[in-house]
């Protein structure tokens, strides 16, 4: 049987355009709980499916009406479990290249005011997030985690030219192409003074400023998750906080750390935190990261300072409940870190397919 795919470009074009259809996700248990689609359903079927069941999938209620889209990890148990629907008279694809594939589809919401917009550009699989930012006719990039090409056609789309790119910090869960875009476009490549990495770029200082357009960002010094973690206020409104603060949690500071180490980072996180809580609290929040896949639903992944003070508790404690209470919390350490840490400090990944290394959920935050 010649079975139908669809590529991860159509299902996410499908699913930005509000189309329907219906995901359905045959892998373990263990692998969808890393990362998957949202709003998908799942069987675990995979097993099954592999030993020639052919009807693993028959108790599972879809409809005849719309698509469904088989998923799991490579694209292959998929389209087996797409020919034992299509048996059933179900208009059935299998999604080409499975998670793998579908670790680069993503999607955007926008928040802007009289000055600046701001898109928030998200990898709906493992809830990282880019920021496009436009002023004028000049827009600024900060974690770039797409090809340059995303970046330069919604640039272009409004009208902006991408004078500066910069990094919130030396990534450790995706391979950044903040370096790839500045080359690109011959940005400003800025980054906080301290980065230890293997190529050139523009040092920011602590309370630094750059103007774009009709808005200011000032560099806030935001160490913790790593030494160089650095935070991007603009406008005095909104705050790109990198991994140093998210919606719901804070960042880890333990990773590359032993247990002394991971304690004075997390001293050194509380000081940056305590930065960020004395601004007004309607200061918009914008994380590099969101736990759990995002939905192609346009709602910006966002929270005022106050909500995140009510709502996150060690934002309440006291330095040594804080920091007793961050290492205690701290989850898995995520897979391939230190390539990817070592990548990202080098600058290049010639030879390497950054989706081997990337696949699974993204463990940054202690909640």
Same mark, same amino acid.
């Given at each position: 049987?010649?079975?139908? /795919?669809?590529? +991860? @470009?159509?299902?996410?074009k499908?699913?930005?355009e &509000?189309?329907?259809? %219906?995901?359905l996700? $045959?892998?373990?248990?263990s692998?969808r709980?890393e ?19 052919k009807?693993?999938l028959?108790?599972?209620?879809l409809?005849y ?6 998923v ?13 629907l299509l048996?059933r008279d ?5 999604l080409e290249?499975?998670?793998?594939a579908?670790n ?12 600046v917009?701001i898109?928030? /550009?998200?990898r +709906? @699989? ?7 930012? &436009?002023?004028?006719? %000049?827009a600024?990039? $900060?974690?770039a985690?797409l090809?340059?090409?995303?970046f ?7 009208g902006?030219?991408?004078?500066n790119?910069?990094?919130?910090h030396v990534h450790a869960?995706?391979i ?8 690109v476009?011959?940005?400003n490549?800025?980054?906080m003074?301290?980065?230890q ?9 602590d309370?630094?400023e750059?103007?774009f357009g009709?808005s200011l960002?000032k ?12 935070s ?13 603060l998210?919606?719901?949690?804070v ?7 032993d247990?002394?180490?991971?304690i ?19 200061t ?10 995002i939905?192609?639903?346009g ?11 009510e ?18 919390r701290?989850?898995p350490?995520p897979?391939?870190y230190?390539?990817i840490?070592?990548?990202?400090k080098s600058?290049h ?14 463990r940054?935050?202690?909640?």
């Amino acid at each position: 049987m010649n079975t139908p /795919v669809i590529s +991860v @470009a159509a299902l996410q074009k499908m699913l930005a355009e &509000g189309k329907k259809v %219906t995901i359905l996700d $045959v892998r373990p248990v263990s692998q969808r709980e890393e990362w998957k689609i949202a709003g998908s359903i799942h069987k675990d079927a995979y097993q099954a499916l592999s030993e020639g069941d052919k009807h693993i999938l028959d108790d599972v209620e879809l409809p005849y009406d719309i698509p469904v889209v088989t998923v799991c990890a490579g694209g292959r148990m998929s389209k087996t479990a797409a020919d034992a629907l299509l048996e059933r008279d179900i208009q059935a694809f299998s999604l080409e290249g499975g998670m793998k594939a579908w670790n680069y589809a993503w999607n955007e919401a926008v928040m802007e005011d009289q000055v600046v917009k701001i898109i928030q /550009v998200r990898r +709906v @699989a493992k809830g990282i997030l880019s920021y496009i930012i &436009g002023s004028g006719d %000049t827009a600024i990039v $900060v974690d770039a985690a797409l090809d340059p090409d995303v970046f330069i056609s919604l640039a272009a789309n409004h009208g902006w030219t991408i004078r500066n790119v910069m990094d919130t910090h030396v990534h450790a869960d995706y391979i950044s192409r903040t370096l790839e875009l500045a080359k690109v476009t011959g940005a400003n490549h800025l980054f906080m003074e301290s980065a230890q990495v293997n190529y050139n770029f523009t040092p920011l200082t602590d309370g630094q400023e750059i103007s774009f357009g009709k808005s200011l960002l000032k560099a806030v010094l935001t160490p913790g998750h790593t030494p160089e973690s650095i935070s991007y206020l603009i406008d005095g409104k909104y705050l790109l906080t990198g991994d140093t603060l998210f919606i719901d949690g804070v960042g880890r500071p333990d990773l590359k750390a032993d247990k002394e180490q991971a304690i004075l980072k997390a001293r050194q996180l509380y000081h940056s935190l305590g930065k960020i809580k004395s601004l007004p609290g309607e200061t918009l929040i914008l994380p590099a990261h969101t736990s759990g896949a995002i939905a192609f639903d346009g709602n910006p992944i966002t929270a005022s300072l106050s909500l995140l003070l009510e709502n996150i508790m060690l934002l309440r404690l006291s330095e040594d409940e804080f920091v007793a209470q961050t290492i205690q919390r701290i989850p898995p350490t995520p897979p391939n870190y230190e390539q990817i840490a070592a990548l990202n400090k080098s600058g290049h990944h010639e030879g390497i397919n950054p989706a081997d290394l990337e696949a699974g959920a993204n463990r940054c935050a202690v909640s």
